[in-house]
């Protein structure tokens, strides 16, 4: 008699429940997501149909990255469920591939589970290959922030395979592709496909983050940045783990490598330093569309330049900084910009609004080429504006930073997707090179995030500092009326 104990966590256990074709866990280091993935295997092999000989066969792919990581935590992860005192059941054949055989009774008592497994390291050439023959039941891609995009196109041509016998009216039961993974960065296919293309059959789960950043004195726990940080006591599989697992990983680790391998934040390791670290995705992100308030005005921060952006930004009455549309261009002249994209996308969308477009500081410069500055090309345009109180760097950096310190202070809605990736890691201080000590740069990166994120800047000052008021609207010079009041222009 085969003894088995096992708990799923809260988000396995909704895992365990879903029966979509392709599942994915995003979750910090020591969650428990591998085990998981492992048990999904085994929980799809016991739904198997029972074959003639009363035997319900099945068999899955395990996927990862390189040969050492598959044999020394991949496979020693299958070793631990099924391997053991009481569970001896896995069978190891060390060939090219790696083979796996699971025998044992089934619950039912009447009949039994022969499941195969095949693992594949992604790094040898020779075992890619047999990608491309595979007849398999589902597949497990452990650490899948590591493999590349095709090779989940490719899985997806091989599963569904196993068993199958049409004359026998056997077909594979749920066959699934389950894939966990650490915190990615925003322009990595994972976070396209969580965050952006959400194509049906695909369920994305994002487990809690095992600690939360909190401020300086409330704890003992601080990184090599002098951060502090708390233990999230309702993190996935803390019950398991050491006491002070996560206090020793903390200890003397850099800043931005816990927000993604333990706080579980999209994220680059070392890219640069984001300009706003106080920026937690899991709270200041919904992927719930955020509708403006009806007899509140909008305020719209734009940047200018050859990359014009702008950010739609709202003033709660309860002091909330609801930032909830952008519109993010390149090679774009400011004037084509304003009656070809701006004009018509508040005509289309916010007409029954009033609003006050916030406009670069330096708007009132002339160009070279013609004479006209920014501030006379955005007037012609009939857009109603005013200049922005400053274009320090500081101020408009810690506007913002004012709004995300508070207590649900901002919100970010999901039509922000450059802002968003700015906020996660785009928007940072390049690192200098050559330094012995790590060191940054005193100004953002210019990019298409940078420009966007100064848009923000300017309607957030104008927020915090220019008092804008919820019950009616003011201008502060002829120059700012709109050309047509009822709709917004």
């Known amino acids: 008699m085969y003894t088995f104990q096992y708990s799923a966590n809260r988000t396995f256990s909704q895992v365990h429940l879903d029966l979509s074709r392709y599942l994915f866990i995003m979750g910090p280091v020591g969650s428990g997501k591998s085990s998981g993935c492992v048990l999904h295997c085994w929980l799809n092999a016991l739904k198997q149909p029972a074959q003639y000989d009363g035997v319900r066969r099945s068999k899955y792919a395990i996927l990862r990255a390189s040969y050492p990581e598959l044999k020394s935590t991949t496979i020693k992860t299958w070793s631990f469920w099924f391997k053991k005192p009481g569970m001896d059941v896995l069978e190891l054949v060390y060939d090219v591939p790696i083979r796996g055989l699971i025998r044992m009774p089934h619950p039912d008592g009447n009949s039994s589970i022969e499941m195969e497994l095949i693992f594949i390291a992604l790094d040898r050439p020779e075992e890619v290959s047999k990608l491309q023959s595979l007849e398999v039941t589902g597949a497990h891609v452990n650490e899948a922030h590591e493999v590349p995009e095709e090779v989940f196109q490719m899985l997806k041509t091989r599963f569904k395979r196993y068993p199958l016998d049409a004359q026998a009216?056997?077909?594979p039961i749920d066959p699934f592709i389950v894939m966990d993974y650490n915190g990615v960065p925003t322009d990595h296919w994972l976070y396209n496909l969580a965050e952006e293309t959400k194509p049906p059959k695909h369920s994305f789960y994002k487990q809690p983050p095992a600690v939360y950043k909190i401020?300086?004195?409330?704890?003992?726990?601080?990184?090599?940045?002098g951060n502090y940080y708390r233990l999230n006591p309702d993190a996935d599989n803390a019950e398991n783990l050491e006491p002070d697992y996560y206090e020793d990983m903390i200890y003397g680790s850099e800043a931005d490598w816990i927000s993604v391998m333990v706080m579980n934040?999209?994220?680059?390791?070392?890219?640069?330093?984001?300009?706003?670290?106080?920026?937690?995705?899991?709270?200041h992100y919904t992927d719930k569309d955020i509708k403006p308030m009806r007899g509140l005005p909008i305020i719209i921060g734009m940047d200018l330049g050859l990359t014009p952006a702008a950010a739609f930004a709202q003033l709660s009455p309860t002091g909330q900084l609801l930032v909830f549309d952008e519109i993010v261009a390149e090679d774009c002249s400011i004037l084509e910009f304003c009656t070809e994209k701006l004009k018509p996308h508040l005509f289309n969308n916010y007409r029954e609004y009033q609003y006050t477009v916030i406009l670069d500081p330096s708007c009132n410069t002339r160009s070279q080429n013609d004479a006209k500055s920014a501030m006379q090309i955005v007037k012609a345009s009939g857009l109603s504006f005013r200049a922005g109180k400053t274009n320090n760097q500081t101020k408009r950096r810690e506007a913002v930073v004012y709004f995300l310190k508070r207590l649900d202070g901002l919100k970010l809605g999901p039509k922000c997707v450059v802002l968003r990736k700015g906020f996660i890691s785009e928007y940072c201080y390049p690192r200098l090179l050559n330094q012995l000590k790590t060191r940054y740069k005193d100004s953002p990166e210019k990019n298409i995030f940078s420009h966007i994120h100064e848009g923000l800047q300017y309607a957030a000052l104008e927020c915090h500092e220019g008092k804008v008021s919820p019950k009616k609207r003011h201008y502060e010079s002829p120059d700012e009326t709109p050309a047509d009041e009822t709709a917004g222009y």
Request: proline share 6%.
């Open 265 to 283: 934040n999209y994220g680059n390791l070392r890219a640069g330093k984001p300009v706003y670290p106080q920026y937690q995705d899991h709270i």
């Open 215 to 225: 401020d300086r004195g409330e704890s003992s726990i601080v990184d090599a940045e």
């Open 169 to 171: 009216g056997i077909r």
